[in-house]
């Protein structure tokens, strides 16, 4: 398979590349260019959360679930990339797991609600 157009172009230009395919909904695209791109410079989070969300967008939840956790190890108060690991969790029919993400998710966000 020729990967050349996914890889091609400085880390700016692919990342642009990415934003466009996932703007697009073509998650399939944007994760082949995202992939590469976390590869180069994984401790970024942006790079890595979009990729996550190609992943969960395309249905390859175990990916996203992979992305999400090193999101969460890195910096355990990413709010976001808690409630994207509750709802990926979810999907998976893993609703325990899921219910506490969700709840950290919530705290971290400030709401006061009980879950």
């Given amino acids: 398979m020729d990967t050349t157009y996914y890889d091609h172009g400085t880390q700016a230009e692919r990342w642009e ?6 703007d697009a909904r073509g ?5 082949r260019v995202l992939s590469g791109l976390v590869e180069e410079v994984p401790e970024r989070t942006g790079p890595r959360l979009l990729l996550a969300r190609a992943y969960y967008h395309s249905a390859q939840l175990r990916r996203a679930e992979d992305e999400l956790r090193i999101v969460v190890e890195r910096d355990p108060v990413e709010q976001y990339a808690r409630l994207m690991l509750g709802r990926t969790l979810e999907r ?3 609703q325990d797991e899921a219910d506490a993400q969700l709840r950290i998710a919530s705290a971290l966000a400030g709401d006061s609600t009980d879950r």
């Fill in 17 to 22: 590349r990415a934003r466009m395919f996932f």
């Fill in 27 to 31: 998650y399939a695209a944007a994760a």
């Fill in 92 to 94: 998976q029919g893993r």
